[in-house]
């Protein structure tokens, strides 16, 4: 049973969560099959033309940044995959942190990493708050949490969607507050307070074979007094996105600053369309997301490091550049990054 099940919610279900517009169904093990086998007729994927982008991360302002509290400029590193270090507000942040060789339950199997992280866990500045969106494997990677709940200086705060506080607590993790939908928790930072809620994705979760939906997935809203951040976790495209927008749009007026400063949008592990739609945008979709939610900027986020489906590690940026020039966007306003490296980020 869903313990923490409320009726008057639609995304809740006696026995765990559901999407709001467009209600998940898990695909068959026949779907499965079939997909893997047709990649593996067709040799897919096929390896990157090019090699991902990598720059060596400026660790000395980056500590700096850090430590300079309520002076902090904001700014966003992408580390890998989905795990970005934002800094803001006086808060160093990482969302989905994966560190590990594999994204998988064991050590020997599963996708494995093919680009070392931007920057390793042990030279990161003091982390304040993880963002961990749902509990698939290359979000929620274990020995990377434990790392963090042991980083010198103390632990940082956990927040996560409804029901993963437990699986914290199983590993030691104390500091952790669970979300529902649109539920905030608010934190006192050097540069005022900071706001994070958790918000819907078009998703799922599980980490094994009887735990499908059981546990809430989502992305967050970071609201600081320098910064906007927007992370949209794992998602397909939904009508989530306008709602966000119009809920959000007294706190963002134009003299208020405007919308989010910084997306942080899923690109990639979007092939086979027919299996991966309602759970993973593709460019053209994630161009939409940008829209939706009137982002100043959006970075491009969840490609280049696991070959988790059938497109080619290099593709996602690739088809973004393509749907910035079908849909009018400069460079600037939807950008990718390479591994390890820093945008600072204009101010609010």
């Known amino acids: 049973m869903n313990p923490s099940y409320d009726p008057a919610k639609p995304h809740h279900r006696p026995q765990g969560f559901q999407n709001v517009h467009t209600e998940f169904t898990p695909k068959s093990l026949a779907d499965v099959l079939r997909w893997r086998w047709d990649a593996s007729r067709r040799g897919l994927p096929p390896p990157p033309q090019a090699p991902i982008p990598r720059l ?8 700096r940044n850090a430590r300079a509290a309520a002076r902090m400029q904001p700014t966003v590193t992408w580390v890998g995959h989905a795990t970005v270090m934002a800094q803001l507000g006086g808060l160093t942040l990482l969302t989905d942190p994966i560190f590990s060789e594999r994204a998988s339950p064991v050590s020997f199997l599963g996708p494995k990493r093919q680009q070392p992280p931007g920057i390793l866990a042990r030279d990161l500045p003091h982390v304040d708050l993880v963002l961990a969106s749902h509990n698939h494997y290359d ?3 274990e020995a990377s949490v434990d790392a963090l709940n042991r980083q010198s200086g103390g632990p940082p705060l956990f927040v996560v969607p409804l029901g993963l506080k437990s699986w914290l607590a199983g590993r030691g993790v104390r500091h952790a507050v669970e979300l529902d939908w649109w539920q905030s928790h608010l934190l006192q930072a050097p540069a005022g307070d900071v706001e994070v809620m958790l918000v819907p994705a078009q998703h799922w979760s599980a980490r094994g074979l009887t735990d499908r939906m059981t546990t809430l997935w989502g992305g967050f809203a970071v609201f600081a007094p320098d910064c906007h951040l927007f992370y949209a976790g794992d998602t397909g495209y939904s009508r989530d996105f306008t709602d966000m927008r119009a809920r959000f749009a007294p706190r963002q007026r134009p003299e208020q600053g405007g919308g989010f400063d910084i997306a942080l949008l899923p690109i990639g592990a979007y092939e086979p369309r027919w299996f991966m739609a309602t759970q993973h945008v593709n460019a053209q979709e994630a161009v939409k997301i940008h829209r939706d939610l009137g982002a100043k900027q959006s970075l491009g986020v969840h490609w280049g490091t696991f070959e988790l489906t ?5 593709e996602p940026p690739k088809a973004l550049a393509a749907q910035r020039r079908a849909q009018g966007l400069s460079e600037d306003e939807f950008f990718v990054m390479a591994i390890g490296e820093t945008r600072v980020l204009r101010p609010r």
């Not at 060596?56 to 500590?63: E, G, K, N, R």
């Not at 059938?310 to 290099?314: H, Y």
């Open 56 to 63: 060596a991360p400026d660790l000395d302002f980056l500590h």
């Open 310 to 314: 059938d497109e080619p590690l290099d």
């Open 139 to 141: 979000h929620l990677d």
